[in-house]
């Protein structure tokens, strides 16, 4: 498993780590969200000002404090729903540190996220994000699972949580803010609601390039 820091290195962790995510805010419910850390620290979090049922075009994930870690931007117009992720707070001219599109416009796709750099590296989500069940591939490393996204059970009662509190499943070494970056453009592309399947399709050139 790699462990070179996509975002940041903080979070890249050493053991099989699972963060708990849950979908609030304090202006709109079910709008913004916030992530902890096994011993319940708040370590992200995604503040949102408006309706969720208003599509953004930007979005901030920041750390505890406050610090803008990555901004994430719509690209218009787009068919495979495309954005691109920037280090911090995007300054003109900065270049995106990687992309993220669905793999097809006709029928079920994937969804794809390519890191650019040296080496460069591919990034598959299958399953349903809706229903907080998806799993997060390295497509360079063998289909290496790197992270799942999967519904939290409380463990005093053995029930399972609401679509709000669900979990985030890190393997060793994968950078949680950047799987974090992922579920926010998730949660624009598909929502709560959408009962959409991400299934294994392998994209052509043509949709890898758009």
């Given at each position: 498993?790699?462990?070179?820091?996509i975002?940041?290195?903080?979070?890249?962790?050493?053991?099989?780590?699972?963060?708990?995510?849950?979908?609030t805010?304090?202006?709109?419910?079910?709008?913004?969200?916030?992530?902890?850390?096994?011993?319940?620290?708040?370590?992200?979090?995604?503040?949102?000002?408006?309706?969720?049922?208003?599509?953004?075009?930007?979005?901030?994930?920041?750390?505890?404090?406050?610090?803008?870690?990555?901004?994430?931007?719509?690209?218009?117009?787009?068919?495979?729903?495309?954005?691109?992720?920037?280090?911090?707070?995007?300054?003109e001219?900065?270049?995106?540190?990687?992309?993220?599109?669905?793999?097809?416009?006709?029928?079920?796709?994937?969804?794809?996220?390519?890191v650019?750099?040296?080496?460069s590296?591919?990034?598959?989500?299958?399953?349903?994000?809706?229903?907080r069940?998806?799993?997060?591939?390295?497509?360079?490393?063998?289909?290496?699972?790197?992270?799942?996204?999967?519904?939290?059970?409380?463990?005093?009662?053995?029930?399972?949580?609401?679509?709000?509190?669900?979990?985030?499943?890190?393997?060793?070494?994968?950078?949680?803010?950047?799987?974090m970056?992922?579920v926010?453009?998730?949660?624009?592309?598909?929502?709560?609601?959408?009962?959409?399947?991400?299934?294994?399709?392998?994209?052509?050139?043509?949709?890898?390039?758009?």
């Open positions: 498993m790699s462990g070179i820091a975002v940041d290195e903080r979070f890249c962790f050493e053991e099989e780590t699972h963060l708990t995510v849950h979908k805010s304090m202006f709109f419910p079910g709008d913004g969200f916030i992530v902890y850390d096994p011993k319940g620290e708040l370590i992200l979090r995604f503040d949102s000002y408006g309706p969720d049922s208003q599509p953004k075009d930007e979005l901030v994930l920041m750390e505890a404090s406050g610090k803008c870690l990555l901004t994430l931007l719509r690209k218009k117009p787009s068919l495979h729903q495309r954005w691109e992720g920037y280090l911090g707070e995007k300054m001219d900065q270049e995106p540190i990687f992309s993220v599109c669905r793999s097809s416009i006709i029928g079920r796709s994937s969804v794809v996220a390519h650019f750099g040296e080496p590296e591919e990034y598959r989500i299958e399953g349903s994000f809706s229903q069940c998806c799993t997060i591939y390295n497509a360079s490393s063998s289909k290496e699972r790197v992270a799942k996204i999967k519904r939290k059970v409380d463990p005093l009662n053995n029930v399972t949580l609401g679509k709000d509190v669900f979990l985030l499943c890190l393997e060793p070494g994968f950078d949680g803010a950047f799987a970056g992922l926010l453009i998730l949660d624009q592309m598909y929502g709560d609601d959408d009962d959409y399947i991400m299934p294994e399709v392998d994209p052509t050139p043509e949709d890898s390039s758009s």
